[in-house]
């Protein structure tokens, strides 16, 4: 069974851009998550997606957004990039409500943004 | 506010046990997890407490006490290759998320 993955791994974006990451989930997996990851923060909660719904947006501007397709594939896109948006940009899925705790995580996109 | 607080780095030796611990603050949540990441490495999950008490996974065990909105993760018999960073997490109840801590870093030494 595939894992989680995103894509593009690697990307180098200046100031201003634009940028968007896809993430395809494990398969049969319905609801995706999004986190930001930078050194010494933890994960901080982006976005939870189910059935194509967002059920809830973390504490980010509304630069950064996300959409969920019906075949549970989800991008988020992150618009007038700033320095501060350099991060490893994690994807993660679970089979239903993720009520049991059990997320799986792609190996994430790294943006670093010039 | 919801927030985890643990530790930023441990040290032990190889072969020893260590424990790392995860103070909580939420107001209702489904239960407790643990994920581990290494370098360059997605987080991968190791174990989930949703009843007060002690998990085992093989050399990992996890202990979660909602009274004192605390839990930890042992580690025992410590191998080079459980240097890592390790990651307490909380499902939010009815929330649609998952909070993280800032993650502990632990090094093994030999």
């Known amino acids: 069974k595939a894992g989680v993955t995103q894509t593009p791994r690697y990307l180098i974006k200046t100031r201003g851009q634009q940028v968007t990451l896809s993430c395809s989930p494990i398969?049969?997996?319905?609801?995706v998550s999004w986190y930001q990851q930078t050194p010494g923060q933890g994960l901080q909660f982006l976005f939870e997606y189910f059935s194509e719904t967002q059920r809830n947006k973390g504490n980010f501007p509304g630069r950064f957004s996300g959409r969920q397709f019906s075949n549970s594939r989800s991008e988020m896109n992150v618009s007038t990039l700033e320095l501060g948006d350099s991060a490893l940009y994690l994807c993660?899925?679970?089979?239903?409500?993720?009520?049991?705790?059990?997320?799986?995580f792609g190996e994430g996109s790294r943006l670093t943004v010039l | 506010g919801q927030s985890l607080e643990q530790p930023s780095e441990v040290t032990a030796v190889e072969g020893a046990i260590v424990q790392i611990n995860c103070t909580y603050q939420?107001?209702?949540?489904?239960?407790l997890s643990w994920y581990q990441q290494h370098d360059g490495g997605a987080p991968t999950f190791l174990s989930y407490?949703?009843?007060?008490g002690l998990e085992e996974t093989g050399r990992f065990s996890s202990f979660l006490s909602r009274s004192d909105s605390y839990g930890y993760l042992l580690l025992q018999e410590l191998q080079m290759k459980d240097s890592a960073s390790y990651f307490c997490?909380?499902?939010?109840?009815?929330?649609?998320?998952?909070?993280f801590g800032a993650g502990t870093r632990l090094f093994v030494k030999a």
């Open positions: 398969s049969g997996h319905r609801s």
């Open positions: 993660a899925s679970s089979p239903g409500d993720a009520n049991t705790g059990e997320l799986f």
């Open positions: 939420t107001s209702g949540f489904y239960g």
């Open positions: 997490a909380v499902r939010v109840a009815g929330g649609f998320k998952t909070i």
């Open positions: 407490n949703a009843l007060d």
